[in-house]
C-alpha cells in the first residue's frame, strides 16, 4: 500500500503541471477560452485525413475549419479506407507526438515553427474560405512569430497545451460525432456506407483505440 502511495505521489510531483493544465482544459470546456484549441483539434483531424490522402496516392483538392468546430478534406484518388479512418486517430497520434517532443526533447522552439508552417503551406495550397484562411494563416503566423522570437519555455508550454487538448477532444468528439448521434454523416457513417458495419461499430472501436493510446501516453 505504501508503495503505491508513493508511486501516485511521485508521479504528481513529476506531472504537476500536465494535471493542472489537463482540469484546465476541463473547466474551461464550455468556454471561448478553449474554442480556438478546438478549432485547432480539428485541424490536427482534417490534417490527418489530407495526409492519409497524400500518402495512399490520392490528391487533396480543398481543405477547410469552421467556427462550429467542424471541417472538411475533399480529396482525389487515395485509399478510401485508410482517410476515412485517419481523422480521430491521426490527430490524436499528432497530438501525442506535439506532448511527446514537448516533455522528451529540447526541440520545441522547431517544433512550434514547424506547426506553424504547416498551417500556412496548407492555407496557400487548400484553402480558400474566409474562416479558415483568417484561423490557419493567422496560427500559423503566430505560431512562427512566438517560435522565432520568444523563449523555449513558453514554446514548450504552448506544444504540451495543444498536444493535451487534441487528445482530451478526440475521445469526446468520437463519442458525440459516432454514438450519441449516429446518424449524423460522420468518417464512422461514410465507412459503415462504404465498407460494413454500422456507424457506432466503428466508432465504438475508435473509442476504445483512443482510450487505449491516452492511456499508454
Known amino acids: 500500500m505504501r508503495q503505491h502511495l508513493t508511486s501516485a505521489a511521485n508521479l504528481i510531483k513529476g506531472h504537476w503541471q500536465l494535471i493542472?493544465?489537463?482540469?484546465?482544459?476541463?473547466?474551461?470546456?464550455?468556454?471561448?477560452?478553449?474554442?480556438?484549441?478546438?478549432?485547432?483539434?480539428?485541424?490536427?483531424?482534417?490534417?490527418?485525413?489530407?495526409?492519409?490522402?497524400?500518402?495512399?496516392?490520392?490528391?487533396?483538392?480543398?481543405?477547410?475549419?469552421?467556427?462550429?468546430q467542424g471541417g472538411l478534406v475533399i480529396g482525389r484518388g487515395g485509399n478510401r479506407f485508410i482517410s476515412l479512418s485517419a481523422g480521430y486517430l491521426g490527430s490524436l497520434l499528432l497530438g501525442m507526438g506535439l506532448?511527446?517532443?514537448?516533455l522528451r526533447t529540447n526541440t520545441d522552439r522547431v517544433a512550434l515553427g514547424l506547426?506553424?508552417?504547416?498551417?500556412?503551406v496548407v492555407t496557400m495550397l487548400y484553402i480558400r474560405d474566409p474562416f479558415a484562411i483568417v484561423f490557419c494563416a493567422g496560427s500559423g503566423a503566430v505560431m512562427l512569430a512566438i517560435a522565432w522570437y520568444l523563449s523555449r519555455n513558453l514554446c514548450d508550454q504552448i506544444l504540451r497545451v495543444i498536444g493535451l487538448t487534441s487528445m482530451i477532444y478526440v475521445p469526446f468528439d468520437i463519442f458525440d460525432d459516432t454514438i450519441r448521434r449516429s446518424g449524423l454523416r460522420s468518417d464512422a457513417y461514410m465507412l459503415a456506407e462504404e465498407f460494413g458495419g454500422t456507424t457506432m461499430l466503428?466508432?465504438?472501436?475508435w473509442l476504445v483505440l483512443s482510450i487505449v493510446m491516452i492511456f499508454s501516453a
Open 20 to 68: 493542472v493544465m489537463v482540469a484546465l482544459v476541463f473547466v474551461f470546456w464550455n468556454s471561448p477560452v478553449v474554442l480556438p484549441l478546438k478549432i485547432l483539434t480539428v485541424f490536427l483531424h482534417e490534417l490527418s485525413h489530407a495526409l492519409a490522402v497524400v500518402l495512399t496516392g490520392g490528391s487533396v483538392e480543398s481543405f477547410s475549419v469552421s467556427p462550429q
Open 202 to 205: 466503428w466508432g465504438g472501436l
Open 115 to 120: 506547426f506553424g508552417g504547416v498551417m500556412l
Open 99 to 102: 506532448l511527446a517532443i514537448a
